[in-house]
C-alpha cells in the first residue's frame, strides 16, 4: 500500500485475512443499512413537509408475507454474522498440537518472553514463519493484553491464570506488539517487536542465543529446591501422586468429580492446592501462592508438562 494513512496494519498471520473479510462483511452490512435508513429519513422528510399534499389519513396497510419475510431475513443475516464469527473464534481458541510454546509475562510495563530452549527477550520476540506459535501468558501485577496487530490477535494477560492465545506468522518482517489493556502510568510505553524470520533464520538465532536453562530443566531445579520432591519424588514417604505423565490426563477428585490436567489445573494445585484434592490422598500439600511468582511458576508447570512429553500425540 503506498497511501500515507495506515488505515489497516498489515496481514501477516493466518488469521489476518479472515479477520479482516468479517470486519470488511460488517462494515458493508452496516454501511448499507445506513443508505437504506437515510434515504427513508430523507424522503419522508420531504414527502411528510409541512403543507405537502401527501395522504395522512393513518390508513392501515398490512402485509404478512412482508412481516414474515423481513423478520426471517435479518434473522438470518444476525445469525449467519454469529456463525462466521464464532468460526473464527473458535478457531483463535485451538492451537495446534505442534506450536512452539513460548511462555510471557506481563508486568508493569514491560513485556517478557522465554523460548522452550531457553532463551529470553524483553520487548522483543522472534519467532518463525510458517509454523504454529502459542504464547501462553501470565501477569505479575494487574491485566494486561497481549496485541499485534498485524496478526489479527490480541489476549489477556490476567494475574491469577494463565492465558493463551497461538498464531502463525505468514510473512518475515518486524511488527508492533502493543499491551492493550490501560495499566498504569507508562501503559503507553508497553510496547515491543514481533519479529517473524525464516525458520533458518529463526534456528540460527535460537542457536546464537543457546545457554540458557531450559525452561523445563529450570522448573526441575525448582521443583527440588522447593521440596516438591521430597513428597511427589518416588522414595516419598508421604504419600503424594506422581507427576509423571498427569499432563492433559483426567483426574478423579476425592469430590467425585474428574478433571483434565490442564495448565489451569496446574497452577491451581501449586497455588491453592485445597481447591481440587486427588481422590485417595490427604490435604497435606502446602500452598506456594507466597513463596513463588510467575516466572518460577512457569518453569514448574513447563517441567510437570515434561513429564508427560512422551504422550504427546
Ligand atoms: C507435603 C507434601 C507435598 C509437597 C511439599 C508438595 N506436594 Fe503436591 N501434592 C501433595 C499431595 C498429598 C497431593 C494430593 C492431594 C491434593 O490434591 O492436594 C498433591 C497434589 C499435587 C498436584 C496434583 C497432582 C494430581 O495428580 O492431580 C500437583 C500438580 C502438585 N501436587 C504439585 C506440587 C508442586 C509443584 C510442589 C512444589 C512446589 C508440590 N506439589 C509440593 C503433597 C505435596
Ligand atoms: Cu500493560
Not at 71 to 94: E, M, S
Not at 106 to 114: A, D, I, L, N, P
Not at 206 to 216: F, I
Not at 285 to 307: G, N, T
Amino acid at each position: 500500500m503506498s497511501w500515507s494513512i495506515p488505515f489497516m496494519p498489515e496481514q501477516a498471520s493466518n488469521f489476518a485475512p479472515g479477520v479482516d473479510l468479517l470486519f470488511y462483511a460488517l462494515l458493508a452490512f452496516s454501511f448499507g443499512l445506513g443508505l437504506v435508513l437515510t434515504f427513508l429519513v430523507v424522503r419522508y422528510s420531504a414527502r411528510y413537509r409541512a403543507g405537502s399534499r401527501a395522504d395522512r389519513s393513518g390508513r392501515r396497510a398490512r402485509s404478512l408475507r412482508l412481516e414474515i419475510a423481513w423478520t426471517a431475513a435479518t434473522v438470518a443475516i444476525a445469525f449467519g454474522l454469529f456463525a462466521w464469527g464464532a468460526v473464527l473464534f473458535v478457531d483463535r481458541n485451538k492451537a495446534p498440537a505442534d506450536a512452539i510454546e513460548i511462555a510471557a509475562i506481563g508486568k508493569q510495563w514491560m513485556w517478557k518472553f522465554r523460548h522452550p530452549g531457553g532463551q529470553r527477550e524483553i520487548n522483543e520476540l522472534h519467532v518463525p514463519v510458517g509454523q504454529p506459535v502459542v504464547v501462553s501468558l501470565a501477569s505479575q501485577d494487574v491485566i494486561h493484553s497481549f496485541f499485534v496487530p498485524a496478526f489479527r490477535v490480541k489476549q489477556d494477560a490476567v494475574p491469577g491464570r494463565t492465558t493463551r492465545v497461538w498464531f502463525t506468522a505468514t510473512k518475515p518482517g518486524r511488527y508492533h506488539l502493543f499491551c492493550a489493556e490501560y495499566c498504569g502510568t507508562q501503559h503507553s510505553g508497553m510496547r515491543g517487536q514481533v519479529i517473524a524470520m525464516q525458520p533458518e533464520r529463526y534456528a540460527a538465532w535460537l542457536e546464537a542465543r543457546s545457554g540458557g536453562e531450559p525452561l523445563a530443566a529450570a522448573g526441575e531445579r525448582l521443583f527440588r529446591s522447593l521440596g516438591c520432591s521430597g513428597c511427589h519424588g518416588a522414595e516419598s514417604r508421604i504419600p503424594a501422586p506422581s507427576l509423571e505423565g498427569l499432563y492433559r490426563r483426567p483426574v478423579p477428585l476425592a469430590s467425585r468429580r474428574t478433571v483434565i490436567a490442564d495448565e489451569a489445573y496446574l497452577r491451581d494445585s501449586i497455588l491453592q492446592p485445597q481447591k481440587h484434592i486427588v481422590a485417595g490422598y490427604g490435604a497435606v500439600m502446602p500452598s506456594y501462592d507466597e513463596l513463588i511468582d510467575e516466572d518460577e511458576l512457569q518453569m514448574i508447570v513447563a517441567y510437570i508438562k515434561s513429564l508427560a512429553e512422551d504422550r504427546e500425540p
